[in-house]
C-alpha cells in the first residue's frame, strides 16, 4: 500500500479505519472463513479431478473410497463458508460505518457553525453517506480478498507442492504475479478516474439538490433548462469516469487469466516428465493441471480490491480534512457571553457586510438594533442576501466585515448553548424530524408540554390541523415532512420557533408556501404578539408589516454592487412616500 497510496492518503486512511473502531477479532475470523470456503472450493476442483482420472481406470468401487462424500463435502461447505462469511464480514463493516458516521455527526455538531454552513449540502451528503460507505467497503472489498487470497494462495501452493513440488513452485510464481501485478497495474490506472469520478459525483448531488429543493424558483427565473443540461453533463462525465474506471480492471483480469494458463502450462511441463519417468502418477497430473483454474479465483477479486483501495483513500482524506476542520474550530474553548442585561438581551450590527466562506460579498454597510419588544422587518428581491444576514446574526456565519455583537459580544465564537439561549434562528430550509408532532417542537426546546404545546401550534394557525390529526400530537410525521403540505410545514417550524426560550427570534420567510391573506394574517399575529420578544423577520409580502417598528428596505445601488439598505423606515412612511415600495405594495393588493 505505501508504494500506491500517497503519504496523505495513508495518513487519512490510517485515521478515519481507526475510527471505524473495526472489531480485529470478527474480521479475523470473516477472513478465516472466506478463507475455508475458498479453499473448499479449490478442493472441490481437486477432488473432482482425482476422482474422474481415477475413475477413467475403471477400477473396482472401493477403490474411489472416499472421494464422492468429499466431492459433496466441499461443495455443500463452499456455500455455507460463503454465506457465513458474508454475514462476519458485512455485519464487521456495518459496525463501523455506524462508529465513524456516529463519530462524524458528533464531531460536526460539537464544532462552529460555518464548518458545515460552508460546505454545500452536496458535499455534506456525499461526506456523511457516499465517503463513510466508502471507508467501510474497504474492509469487505479491499483488505478482506486480499487477506482471503494470500490465505488460499500459500495453502493451495503448499498442497500442490506436497503432490509434485515444482508443480507447486510454478503456481505460487504465477499467484504471485497475478496477485501483485494486476492489482498495481489497477491501482496506478485507476487514480486518475476515481478522483475525477468523486469529484463529479459530489458536484452532481450538489446540483440534483438544487434543483429538487429549488425547482419552483428556477422556473419562476428560467433557468431550470441550464440547470438540466449542467446535471446532464454531470452525468455524461460521471459515466465516462465509470468507463476510465473499469478499463484498468480488465487490464488486471487479462494478467490472471494470462497468470492462470501459465499455472496450468506449468503444471503440464513440470508433471509430463515426472509421469513419463514414474515418478508421479497420472491420476495426480490432472489434479496439479486442474487446481490452478480453481485457484485464481482468489486473485480475480484483487483488482476491484485495488480500486476500492483508491476510492477508499480519497473518501478518507475528504472525511479526515471535515473532521480536522470541525475539531480546529472547537480546539480552544467556547468564550462565554457575558450576563444578559437586565432590560434583556440585545442584538447589534455596524456596517456589516455579508457573505458565504470563499465567495463574495453579498451585502454591506448594514446597521440594525433588535432588542425585547422591537419589531424589524427585511424585505428585498430574491437572491439579495437576506437569509445571509440572518444566519450571520445567529453567529452561524463570520461577518466579513464590519462587526455583530450579541450584549456586547460578537456571537462569532461565542459557546454556541450560550448564542441559542438568547437568539433562535428559524430558516426557510429548517428541519423537520420523522418524529412525533410533539417531540418536533421540543427540538428546540425539551420542557414543552403537551397544553403548551397545542397552544403553540393554534398560535401557528395549526389548531384545526391539530384536531384532525389521527394521534393528536402524538402523529408522526413523515421523514423532512414529506406528509406535510408546504404550508403546514412552515407553520410547524414557526411553532417550533415559539417554543424556544431564546428572548430575540430571527425568522426567515415565515409566510412561505402559504396563501396571501394566511400569510399575511400570520406575520402580523407575530409582530403584534409576545412583546418581551425582540423579532427579526425576513419577507417577500409587504403587506402585513404594519406592526414593524422599522422595515429596511434592500437592494442594490448598481448592477455590479454589493446589496446595501437603501431606505428604513415604518411601512407607513413607505407606502405614504416611497414610490417603488408603494408600488410592490399595490401589486399584492392586486393579486
Given at each position: 500500500?505505501?508504494?500506491?497510496?500517497?503519504?496523505?492518503?495513508?495518513?487519512?486512511?490510517?485515521?478515519?479505519?481507526?475510527?471505524?473502531?473495526?472489531?480485529?477479532?470478527?474480521?479475523?475470523?470473516?477472513?478465516?472463513?472466506?478463507?475455508?470456503?475458498?479453499?473448499?472450493?479449490?478442493?472441490?476442483?481437486?477432488?473432482?479431478?482425482?476422482?474422474?482420472?481415477?475413475?477413467?481406470?475403471?477400477?473396482?468401487?472401493v477403490a474411489l473410497g472416499v472421494a464422492p462424500v468429499m466431492v459433496r463435502l466441499f461443495g455443500i461447505s463452499r456455500a455455507v463458508l460463503r454465506y457465513c462469511e458474508r454475514l462476519v464480514s458485512h455485519d464487521t463493516a456495518l459496525r463501523g460505518m455506524t462508529a465513524l458516521r456516529t463519530r462524524l455527526y458528533q464531531t460536526l455538531a460539537a464544532s462552529r457553525?460555518?464548518?458545515?454552513?460552508?460546505?454545500?449540502?452536496?458535499?455534506?451528503?456525499?461526506?456523511?453517506?457516499?465517503?463513510?460507505?466508502?471507508?467501510?467497503?474497504?474492509?469487505?472489498?479491499?483488505?478482506?480478498?486480499?487477506?482471503?487470497?494470500?490465505?488460499?494462495?500459500?495453502?493451495?501452493?503448499?498442497?500442490?507442492?506436497?503432490?509434485?513440488?515444482?508443480?507447486?513452485?510454478?503456481?505460487?510464481?504465477?499467484?504471485?504475479?497475478?496477485?501483485?501485478?494486476?492489482?498495481?497495474?489497477?491501482?496506478?490506472?485507476?487514480?486518475?478516474?476515481?478522483?475525477?469520478?468523486?469529484?463529479?459525483?459530489?458536484?452532481?448531488?450538489?446540483?440534483?439538490?438544487?434543483?429538487?429543493?429549488?425547482?419552483?424558483?428556477?422556473?419562476?427565473?428560467?433557468?431550470?433548462?441550464?440547470?438540466?443540461?449542467?446535471?446532464?453533463?454531470?452525468?455524461?462525465?460521471?459515466?465516462?469516469?465509470?468507463?476510465?474506471?473499469?478499463?484498468?480492471?480488465?487490464?488486471?483480469?487479462?494478467?490472471?487469466?494470462?497468470?492462470?494458463?501459465?499455472?496450468?502450462?506449468?503444471?503440464?511441463?513440470?508433471?509430463?516428465?515426472?509421469?513419463?519417468?514414474?515418478?508421479?502418477?497420472?491420476?495426480?497430473?490432472?489434479?496439479?493441471?486442474?487446481?490452478?483454474?480453481?485457484?485464481?479465483?482468489?486473485?480475480?477479486?484483487?483488482?476491484?480490491?485495488?480500486?476500492?483501495?483508491?476510492?477508499?483513500?480519497?473518501?478518507?482524506?475528504?472525511?479526515?480534512?471535515?473532521?480536522?476542520?470541525?475539531?480546529?474550530?472547537?480546539?480552544?474553548?467556547?468564550?462565554?457571553?457575558?450576563?444578559?442585561?437586565?432590560?434583556?438581551?440585545?442584538?447589534?450590527?455596524?456596517?456589516?457586510?455579508?457573505?458565504?466562506?470563499?465567495?463574495?460579498?453579498?451585502?454591506?454597510?448594514?446597521?440594525?438594533?433588535?432588542?425585547?419588544?422591537?419589531?424589524?422587518?427585511?424585505?428585498?428581491?430574491?437572491?439579495?442576501?437576506?437569509?445571509?444576514?440572518?444566519?450571520?446574526?445567529?453567529?452561524?456565519?463570520?461577518?466579513?466585515?464590519?462587526?455583530?455583537?450579541?450584549?456586547?459580544?460578537?456571537?462569532?465564537?461565542?459557546?454556541?448553548?450560550?448564542?441559542?439561549?438568547?437568539?433562535?434562528?428559524?430558516?426557510?430550509?429548517?428541519?423537520?424530524?420523522?418524529?412525533?408532532?410533539?417531540?418536533?417542537?421540543?427540538?428546540?426546546?425539551?420542557?414543552?408540554?403537551?397544553?403548551?404545546?397545542?397552544?403553540?401550534?393554534?398560535?401557528?394557525?395549526?389548531?384545526?390541523?391539530?384536531?384532525?390529526?389521527?394521534?393528536?400530537?402524538?402523529?408522526?410525521?413523515?421523514?423532512?415532512?414529506?406528509?406535510?403540505?408546504?404550508?403546514?410545514?412552515?407553520?410547524?417550524?414557526?411553532?417550533?420557533?415559539?417554543?424556544?426560550?431564546?428572548?430575540?427570534?430571527?425568522?426567515?420567510?415565515?409566510?412561505?408556501?402559504?396563501?396571501?391573506?394566511?400569510?399575511?394574517?400570520?406575520?402580523?399575529?407575530?409582530?403584534?404578539?409576545?412583546?418581551?420578544?425582540?423579532?427579526?423577520?425576513?419577507?417577500?409580502?409587504?403587506?402585513?408589516?404594519?406592526?414593524?417598528?422599522?422595515?429596511?428596505?434592500?437592494?442594490?445601488?448598481?448592477?455590479?454592487?454589493?446589496?446595501?439598505?437603501?431606505?428604513?423606515?415604518?411601512?407607513?412612511?413607505?407606502?405614504?412616500?416611497?414610490?417603488?415600495?408603494?408600488?410592490?405594495?399595490?401589486?399584492?393588493?392586486?393579486?
Amino acid at each position: 500500500m505505501s508504494t500506491v497510496l500517497t503519504p496523505a492518503e495513508r495518513r487519512a486512511l490510517r485515521r478515519a479505519v481507526h475510527l471505524l473502531e473495526l472489531d480485529r477479532a470478527r474480521f479475523a475470523l470473516s477472513a478465516l472463513i472466506g478463507t475455508l470456503g475458498l479453499a473448499s472450493a479449490i478442493a472441490l476442483s481437486g477432488t473432482a479431478a482425482w476422482l474422474i482420472a481415477r475413475a477413467s481406470r475403471m477400477p473396482d468401487l472401493v477403490a474411489l473410497g472416499v472421494a464422492p462424500v468429499m466431492v459433496r463435502l466441499f461443495g455443500i461447505s463452499r456455500a455455507v463458508l460463503r454465506y457465513c462469511e458474508r454475514l462476519v464480514s458485512h455485519d464487521t463493516a456495518l459496525r463501523g460505518m455506524t462508529a465513524l458516521r456516529t463519530r462524524l455527526y458528533q464531531t460536526l455538531a460539537a464544532s462552529r457553525a460555518d464548518v458545515v454552513a460552508g460546505l454545500r449540502r452536496g458535499d455534506v451528503l456525499a461526506r456523511v453517506g457516499a465517503d463513510v460507505d466508502a471507508v467501510g467497503d474497504l474492509v469487505v472489498r479491499a483488505w478482506l480478498p486480499a487477506a482471503v487470497a494470500a490465505g488460499t494462495g500459500a495453502l493451495t501452493a503448499l498442497a500442490v507442492g506436497l503432490i509434485h513440488p515444482p508443480a507447486g513452485l510454478a503456481l505460487g510464481a504465477c499467484l504471485l504475479l497475478a496477485g501483485i501485478a494486476g492489482p498495481l497495474v489497477t491501482i496506478r490506472s485507476a487514480r486518475a478516474a476515481e478522483l475525477a469520478r468523486t469529484e463529479q459525483a459530489a458536484d452532481l448531488s450538489a446540483t440534483l439538490l438544487t434543483a429538487l429543493e429549488h425547482g419552483g424558483e428556477l422556473n419562476v427565473a428560467g433557468r431550470m433548462p441550464a440547470v438540466m443540461k449542467d446535471l446532464e453533463d454531470l452525468e455524461h462525465r460521471l459515466a465516462a469516469a465509470r468507463d476510465r474506471a473499469g478499463r484498468p480492471a480488465a487490464a488486471a483480469a487479462a494478467i490472471d487469466a494470462a497468470a492462470a494458463g501459465l499455472a496450468v502450462l506449468g503444471g503440464l511441463l513440470t508433471g509430463l516428465p515426472a509421469v513419463a519417468s514414474g515418478a508421479l502418477d497420472g491420476v495426480w497430473l490432472a489434479v496439479i493441471v486442474l487446481v490452478p483454474l480453481s485457484a485464481f479465483e482468489a486473485t480475480a477479486a484483487l483488482g476491484p480490491a485495488a480500486v476500492q483501495l483508491i476510492a477508499s483513500a480519497g473518501a478518507a482524506v475528504r472525511i479526515v480534512e471535515l473532521t480536522d476542520r470541525a475539531e480546529a474550530s472547537t480546539a480552544g474553548p467556547a468564550r462565554p457571553l457575558p450576563p444578559a442585561p437586565i432590560g434583556g438581551s440585545r442584538l447589534r450590527a455596524r456596517g456589516l457586510a455579508v457573505g458565504w466562506p470563499g465567495g463574495p460579498i453579498v451585502a454591506e454597510g448594514i446597521d440594525l438594533d433588535l432588542g425585547p419588544g422591537d419589531r424589524l422587518a427585511v424585505v428585498g428581491p430574491s437572491g439579495i442576501g437576506k437569509t445571509t444576514l440572518l444566519l450571520t446574526l445567529a453567529g452561524m456565519l463570520q461577518p466579513r466585515a464590519g462587526e455583530v455583537t450579541l450584549d456586547g459580544v460578537a456571537p462569532w465564537g461565542a459557546a454556541r448553548d450560550d448564542v441559542a439561549g438568547r437568539v433562535s434562528l428559524t430558516a426557510e430550509d429548517a428541519h423537520v424530524f420523522s418524529t412525533s408532532v410533539l417531540e418536533n417542537l421540543r427540538v428546540a426546546r425539551g420542557s414543552v408540554s403537551r397544553p403548551e404545546a397545542a397552544a403553540l401550534l393554534a398560535r401557528a394557525g395549526l389548531g384545526p390541523w391539530l384536531d384532525a390529526l389521527p394521534e393528536g400530537l402524538d402523529t408522526t410525521v413523515g421523514p423532512d415532512a414529506t406528509t406535510l403540505s408546504g404550508g403546514e410545514r412552515r407553520r410547524l417550524l414557526l411553532a417550533r420557533a415559539l417554543a424556544a426560550p431564546a428572548p430575540l427570534m430571527l425568522l426567515d420567510e415565515p409566510g412561505e408556501h402559504l396563501d396571501a391573506p394566511t400569510a399575511d394574517r400570520l406575520v402580523a399575529d407575530l409582530l403584534d404578539a409576545d412583546a418581551s420578544r425582540g423579532v427579526l423577520l425576513v419577507t417577500h409580502r409587504l403587506s402585513a408589516l404594519a406592526g414593524a417598528d422599522q422595515v429596511l428596505v434592500m437592494g442594490r445601488p448598481a448592477p455590479d454592487r454589493p446589496a446595501e439598505v437603501l431606505r428604513r423606515a415604518t411601512h407607513a412612511a413607505l407606502a405614504d412616500h416611497d414610490d417603488a415600495y408603494r408600488w410592490a405594495l399595490s401589486q399584492e393588493d392586486e393579486q
